[in-house]
């Protein structure tokens, strides 16, 4: 039996009956190993250097790394890198960007180029698995970082109105190739009406510190670990640069809500994380 069928029942994205028991097990250990990555981390302050190194402009290269989803493995996914490059940043234009997947220089069904028009207004985040190869003209969103306007008011009053777009973004994509992932994406939607009027706002929760690669070195940089009840965000704190460092699915998602809705079959391509920082040349 393949593994994607001790999950699913037939001819639906619902978790079967063994799926439940084998995520019960999955959401135990998982628990286990997330206590131990939960070390207090001190958070650091931004430096002029920092400052400088981290600005945002034309020319900074970022890379993420996040789930492939494959059709004939989505259950299991395999973790790749993809590169951004900054082409433009203010005025009309917002953001412009391109986009690469690591390994797949060549490949155009791997590349594509975003513009964030209204990034600096914005109220929600496009999350890399809804990227589409080719051009993608997003006129609501902020691509993978939080807005100047929500980062401004989060700074001010610790809390700001902030969207994951992880269902109205269920059609865009490569999970369009898997319709199985597409399903459980579409399905999530009534649940999630229903939970919005209790997840709130996005709220900080700690000042801390994030490790990424900087110019070629280990290097901490301040952050802000905020929640929304779908999401936990980690955000560079710098005024010019917001940049949602890392997405985490759910965190405050009971264990009722993982056995009976679909957010386990999307938690692994719906997550990233910023691994490197290239300061413009």
């Known amino acids: 039996m393949k593994f994607q069928n001790l999950f699913l029942s ?3 994205t619902r978790l079967s009956a063994g799926g439940l028991l084998l995520l019960a097990c999955f959401l135990s250990l ?25 600005e945002l402009k034309p020319g900074v290269e970022i890379t ?17 890198k993809r590169k951004l490059q900054i082409l433009q940043v203010g005025g009309t234009a917002g953001i412009s960007m391109t986009w690469q997947n690591e390994g797949a220089e060549d490949s155009d069904e ?12 914005a109220r929600m985040m496009t999350l890399p698995i ?22 401004e008011e989060l700074k001010k009053s610790q809390a700001s109105a902030w969207e994951s777009g992880l269902s109205q973004n269920a059609i865009l994509g490569p999970i369009q190739e898997i319709p199985a992932l597409q399903s459980a ?31 070629g070195k280990m290097t901490s940089v301040p952050a802000v670990i905020a929640d929304t009840w779908l999401g936990r965000f ?12 890392q997405f985490e699915l759910a965190p405050g998602a009971s264990v009722s809500d993982w056995l009976w809705t679909n957010l386990p079959l999307i938690k692994n391509v719906a997550e990233y994380r910023v691994v490197e920082f290239r300061s413009s040349r």
């Open 10 to 12: 037939p001819r639906s």
């Open 234 to 245: 980690w955000i560079l704190d710098h005024p010019t640069n917001p940049l949602i460092l």
């Open 64 to 80: 993420i790394e996040l789930a492939k989803p494959e059709s004939q493995n989505w259950l299991q996914p395999k973790p790749q």
């Open 30 to 54: 998982s628990s286990c190993h997330s206590e131990r990555g939960k070390e207090q981390k001190t958070p650091v302050a931004l430096s002029a250097e920092l400052n400088q190194s981290l």
């Open 130 to 151: 809804f990227w589409s190869p080719g051009e993608m003209y997003l006129s609501h969103s902020s691509g993978i970082w939080l807005s100047d306007v929500a980062y």
């Open 185 to 215: 994406v579409q399905s999530l939607e009534p649940w999630l009406a229903a939970q919005a009027k209790n997840s709130g706002s996005l709220r900080i929760v700690e000042k801390s510190s994030y490790a990424l690669v900087l110019n």
């Open 110 to 121: 791997q590349s594509g180029k975003l513009e964030l028009p209204n990034f600096f207004q």
